[in-house]
């Protein structure tokens, strides 16, 4: 088999069609033709053309997350999601991830260090709570502990705050009503052992 042909696409100037014997095989980014060296005259093989079709998709994955890293800030699995979520294979997704992460623009520890911050500064979220939402959004827990650690959120502070604001006329007496404090604020991420100790303290 041999490239007969090879045309820009008029819908996407980027993008060139290739010919193989006569007829449209394959397309490519532009650049991917020239860094490849695909040429009018070439002989290719079938090999060749699922190899070239494989660096179209991985551009077009790249091109994705280029994308999604201009508009905000999200962990490397949020970023293959999104790309298995639109037709890329799990492979050239998590690929095209990984060069990003390489590069330092995809950083689930950043990520999770900025995360935090907002969920404890703004949230008034507790630590078991930013741990197990990061390991949702797929931080790795030891990521995530370590982001804590280094952070060092001092919980107590918060809890009396939310307390002096929310809950200064709560009559701590009444049982069904500390019970709703401590509900309230161990599904936030606080351990129990602090909630009391904050609700001893504002008595």
Do not use: W
């Not at 404890?120 to 709570?129: A, C, P, S, T, V």
């Not at 009444?174 to 303290?201: H, L, P, Q, W």
Request: glycine fraction near 4%; proline fraction near 0%.
């Amino acid at each position: 088999m041999k490239i007969t042909d090879i045309q820009n696409q008029k819908k996407n100037k980027n993008r060139v069609s290739v010919f193989v014997d006569g007829e449209y095989s394959f397309s490519l980014e532009d650049t991917d033709m020239v860094r490849l060296k695909v040429k009018i005259g070439n002989e290719i093989t079938k090999e060749d053309i699922e190899n070239y079709n494989r660096e179209c998709n991985l551009t077009k994955a790249k091109n994705r997350v280029m994308d999604i890293i201009n508009r905000r800030l999200l962990p490397k699995k949020a970023v293959i999601d999104d790309l298995i979520k639109r037709g890329f294979d799990k492979q050239i997704a998590t690929e095209a991830a990984k060069e990003f992460e390489n590069l330092g623009y995809i950083d689930d520890y950043f990520f999770a260090s900025e995360y935090a911050k907002d969920a404890f500064e703004y949230k008034k979220h507790g630590k078991l709570r930013i741990i197990n939402d990061l390991c949702q959004k797929g931080i790795a827990k030891d990521i995530a502990k370590d982001v804590l650690d280094e952070l060092e959120l001092n919980e107590k502070d918060n809890l009396l705050y939310i307390l002096k604001s929310r809950f200064a006329n709560t009559d701590f007496s009444d049982f069904k009503e500390k019970n709703k404090v401590i509900r309230y604020f161990a599904t936030r991420g606080y351990n129990i052992s602090d909630i009391m100790s904050a609700i001893d303290k504002l008595k």
